[in-house]
Nanobody, 116 residues
Framework: QVQLVESGGGLVQPGGSLRLSCAAS????????MSWYRQAPGKERELVAG????????TYADSVKGRFTISRDNAKNTVYLQMNSLKPEDTAVYYC?????????WGQGTQVTVSS
């Protein structure tokens, strides 16, 4: 069956770093674009970063440009989100997403809390 399993979330101080991982199985990972979304309490889910199937194209929300980096390793069926210079407003549940055409899968989400 299809699975997206996220890890790497936790509590970090402002200015710190975290790396999120999303391990995929049950579908042709290399054919799918991958992305990270986040949702803070009382706010809409928003796109944080996306990467094309072969990793040649990336997109970022303006709020994270220069601080976050998305990458993928198709041999490991894994997508990553490196988060640097974290701010309290980055606090949210982060979700892994896979998409190709009309087909879409979601991970379970992992909590990231940035607080002093």
């Amino acid at each position: 069956q299809v699975q997206l399993v996220e890890s790497g979330g936790g509590l970090v101080q402002p200015g710190g770093s975290l790396r999120l991982s999303c391990a995929a199985s049950g579908f042709l990972f290399s054919f799918y674009g991958m992305s990270w979304y986040r949702q803070a309490p009382g706010k809409e889910r928003e796109l944080v970063a996306g990467i094309s199937s072969v990793g040649g194209s990336t997109t970022y929300a303006d709020s994270v440009k220069g601080r976050f980096t998305i990458s993928r390793d198709n041999a490991k069926n894994t997508v990553y989100l490196q988060m640097n210079s974290l701010k309290p407003e980055d606090t949210a549940v982060y979700y892994c997403n896979a998409r190709r055409g009309g087909n879409q899968y979601w991970g379970q989400g992992t909590q990231v809390t940035v607080s002093s």
